[in-house]
C-alpha cells in the first residue's frame, strides 16, 4: 500500500499535495458519517421552527477503491440494499453538467435540484436494477440518483475509475438518517477526489474545520434532496458536524441557522425500531395535507413542537446545567414526552411506536417519543439515572407519567416480578436487568433495541483505509472490497473499521477509531 498523506489545502485556497511520492492512483480510503436522532422538533423543523438533532454512534463507511485509467467505469457496491450497477464514465452526461450556467463548484451552495439535469441523469438512472420488484426498482433509483447528480456535479471526465463500496450499521428508513449519512459519505469521498478538502489534519484551526464540514455538509445537502424532496437539511447537518445543534430553516434559499451544542450532554440512549418501514417523503406529505385541512390547528401544533424545542435549548445551554442533575434530566424527559403527544396529534406515529412507549413506559426506565418522520421508524428512551426506585418497583408510585391500566398488565406485572427480583442497593445493576428483560419483550413483540450514546463524531476519514492496530511493523491491515463485503452484521463491520461502539452499559469514553481522524471544531480543529 503506498502511502500517501491526506491533501492539504492551506486557507488562501491555493492547492498544495503534500505527497512522500507521486503514485498513479490514489490509494483505497474510508469515510465514515453517523446517524442521527432528532431529540426534539421534527416535522416542525421543515416549517422553520427550530430543532435540536443529535449525532448517534451508529455510522455509515464507504470504501472508495481506485481502478487503473483502462477500467472506464464508476461502480456502486450498495450490499445493504442489494444494489450493485457500473457505468461506462465516457457514456455519463457530462456535457449538460459542465454547460455554462450549468456547471456546479465545489464551493457553491445549491439549494434545489436542476431539472434539465435530472433529465439528462435519467436514461442513467433507468438503467438501474431494470428487473427489480417496483418497490425496490425505487429505492435503488433513489441511492443511484443521489450517488449519480453528485458524482456527476463534482467529479470529471477525467476522475478515475472507481468503485464505491457502502456499508451502514444504521437501520434504513427507520428515522435514524441513514440517507443523510450516506449523502455525507458520498459527499465527503468525492470532495477528498477532486482534493477540495483539506484534512482533518493537525493544527487545522477551528474555522478551516468547519468550512470544511460545511463544503461536505452543502453536497450531501443535495444528496439528500435527491432522495426525500424537501429535506429541512437537520440529518445532512449533524451526520456532517457530529455531537448535537440546534437547527432552524426559516428561508430555504439561504443557508439555515445551525448552532452547535457543545453543552449537550453525552446521554446514554435506548433506540427501538419497530421494523415498520415508512419514507419520510410520505410523513412529511402527511403533514402538509394535515396543514392545508386544519391549517390554524396545525400551526398550533407545530408552533407548540418549536416551544418544546426552545424550553430544551434554554436549560441546556443555562448557566450552571448540569446534565446529572435529576431535575435537568426530569426537564429533558418531560419535554420529550410532550413532543411525541403533539407528533401523535400531527398523524405521524404508528400503532407499533404506541407500544413500544408503553412497554417502555411500564418498566419506568426512561422518556420516550417516536424520533425522525414516524409513521414507524424508531423510537428514542432517554434513561433515568436512576430508572426505578423502590416505591415504582412495587407498584405504588409511576413517576414516569406511565399509565398503569390494567390493560396492560402483562407488561406490568413482568415488570415488577422482574424488578422486585433485582431490588438492590445498586441501581446500575437495577437498570441493566430491566434493560435485559425489556429486550426479551421487545424482541418477542418484533422490534429491535439498540444501546446507543448521544453526542458523537460526525464525518470521519480513514486515509488509506490501513489500520494499524497498534502494530506498525506489520504495516497494518488493509481494508479491501471483499473483507468489507464479508464482514458480519454491525459488530463484524465495527471490528473491521476500527471501531469500539458505545452501548448504554458501558462507561462514556470516546470511542476508538484506530487511524480515523475527525473534524472536531469543538475541540480547536482536528482530532
Ligand atoms: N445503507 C444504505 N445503502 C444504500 N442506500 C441507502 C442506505 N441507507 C439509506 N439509503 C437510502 O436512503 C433511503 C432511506 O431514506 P429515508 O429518508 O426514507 O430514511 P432515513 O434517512 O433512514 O430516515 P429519516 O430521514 O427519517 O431520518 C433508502 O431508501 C435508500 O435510498
Ligand atoms: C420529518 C423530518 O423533520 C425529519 C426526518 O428525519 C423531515 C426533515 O426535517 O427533513
Not at 436522532?37 to 430543532?51: N, R, T
Not at 448517534?56 to 481506485?66: A, D, E, K, P, T
Not at 477500467?71 to 457505468?87: K, Y
Not at 417502555?360 to 424508531?378: M, P, R, S
Request: some cysteine.
Amino acid at each position: 500500500m503506498a502511502s500517501q498523506s491526506l491533501p492539504i489545502l492551506p486557507a488562501n485556497g491555493t492547492l498544495q499535495i503534500k505527497r512522500k511520492q507521486s503514485t498513479p492512483m490514489m490509494p483505497a480510503f474510508m469515510v465514515s458519517a453517523p446517524g442521527k436522532v432528532i431529540v426534539y422538533g421534527e416535522h416542525a423543523v421543515v416549517y422553520g421552527k427550530p430543532a435540536i438533532a443529535a449525532a448517534i454512534s451508529l455510522r455509515s463507511y464507504l470504501l472508495v477503491s481506485s481502478l487503473s485509467k483502462s477500467h472506464r467505469t464508476v461502480t456502486m457496491r450498495f450490499p445493504d440494499i442489494q444494489l450493485e450497477h457500473s457505468w461506462n464514465l465516457d457514456d455519463l452526461p457530462w456535457d449538460t453538467f459542465s454547460a455554462p450556467g450549468k456547471k456546479k463548484y465545489y464551493y457553491d451552495l445549491v439549494t434545489s435540484l436542476d431539472p434539465d439535469l435530472i433529465a439528462a441523469m435519467q436514461p442513467h438512472i433507468d438503467a438501474v436494477s431494470p428487473k427489480a420488484p417496483a418497490a425496490i426498482r425505487k429505492i435503488h433509483h433513489s441511492t443511484a440518483g443521489s450517488f449519480l447528480y453528485l458524482f456527476l456535479s463534482l467529479a470529471s471526465r477525467k476522475t478515475a475509475p472507481c468503485v464505491y463500496t457502502l456499508r451502514s450499521t444504521i437501520p434504513i428508513g427507520a428515522g435514524l438518517g441513514s440517507s443523510a449519512s450516506i449523502s455525507v459519505c458520498i459527499s465527503a469521498a468525492l470532495l477528498l477526489q477532486i482534493r477540495a478538502l483539506s484534512g482533518p489534519h493537525q493544527d487545522q484551526p477551528p474555522q478551516e474545520c468547519e468550512l470544511q464540514i460545511e463544503r461536505i455538509n452543502r453536497w450531501a445537502f443535495v444528496g439528500e434532496m435527491c432522495i426525500h424532496g424537501n429535506p429541512s437539511g437537520v440529518d445532512n447537518t449533524v451526520s456532517s458536524g457530529g455531537k448535537a445543534v440546534l437547527f432552524q430553516r426559516q428561508d430555504y434559499n439561504k443557508p439555515p441557522l445551525v448552532t452547535p451544542l457543545h453543552s449537550f450532554p453525552e446521554l446514554p440512549l435506548l433506540l427501538v425500531n419497530t421494523r415498520q418501514s415508512r419514507s419520510t417523503a410520505t410523513e412529511v406529505a402527511k403533514v402538509s395535507t394535515l396543514r392545508t385541512a386544519h391549517s390554524a390547528l396545525t400551526e398550533n401544533i407545530l408552533n407548540a413542537i418549536g416551544l418544546v424545542t426552545e424550553s430544551a435549548h434554554q436549560l441546556l445551554t443555562s448557566p450552571g446545567f448540569d446534565s446529572t442533575s435529576p431535575t435537568a434530566l426530569k426537564h429533558l424527559g418531560d419535554l420529550i414526552t410532550i413532543n411525541h403527544g403533539l407528533l401523535v396529534a400531527l398523524g405521524v406515529s404508528h400503532p407499533k411506536l404506541e407500544r413500544i412507549r408503553e412497554i417502555i413506559d411500564h418498566t419506568g426506565i426512561g422518556w420516550t417519543k417516536l424520533t425522525g418522520a414516524g409513521g414507524g421508524g424508531c423510537s428514542i428512551t432517554i434513561l433515568k439515572p436512576q430508572p426505578t426506585t423502590l416505591q415504582n418497583v412495587n407498584g405504588n408510585g409511576n413517576n414516569n407519567g406511565a399509565h398503569h391500566d390494567s390493560s396492560s398488565d402483562e407488561s406490568d406485572s413482568n415488570s415488577e416480578v422482574d424488578c422486585s427480583a433485582s431490588i438492590i442497593s445498586n441501581g446500575t445493576k437495577l437498570k441493566h436487568k430491566i434493560l435485559d428483560s425489556l429486550e426479551v419483550k421487545l424482541e418477542n413483540e418484533g422490534f429491535e433495541k439498540f444501546e446507543t450514546t448521544l453526542g458523537g463524531d460526525g464525518v470521519g476519514v480513514l486515509w488509506p483505509a490501513v489500520l494499524h492496530n497498534g502494530n506498525e511493523e506489520e504495516g497494518g491491515e488493509e481494508i479491501d472490497q471483499e473483507k468489507f463485503l464479508r464482514a458480519e452484521g454491525t459488530a463484524g463491520i465495527e471490528r473491521l473499521v476500527g471501531v469500539a461502539g458505545l452501548g448504554v452499559r458501558r462507561k462514556v469514553e470516546r470511542e476508538v477509531r484506530e487511524g480515523w481522524k475527525f473534524w472536531r471544531p469543538w475541540e480547536g480543529g482536528f482530532a
